[in-house]
């Protein structure tokens, strides 16, 4: 990614390559923060809160089935 994409191998020699090389940096953290939020939203809160729910019925099962 960092030679294909962002190509900072190119930029060493030029004058910009300081705010090239944070800029490229501060860019893949931005995006890879935006993946984890959307991974939290949209696959780690509807999972658990299935699990909860699943935990909780097979709980109240077995709380029906001590009780008999």
Sequence with gaps: MWKDTLNVAGQY???T???HSILSVLGIYI???LIDQAR???I???LFEWMD???LFAKQRNDKAATL
Excluded: G, M, N, S
């Design 44 to 46: 780690e809160k509807p």
């Design 53 to 55: 729910k699943r935990q």
């Design 13 to 15: 020699a030029t004058d």
């Design 31 to 33: 995006i890879c923060t």
């Design 17 to 19: 390559f300081v705010l």
């Design 40 to 42: 939290i939203a949209w």
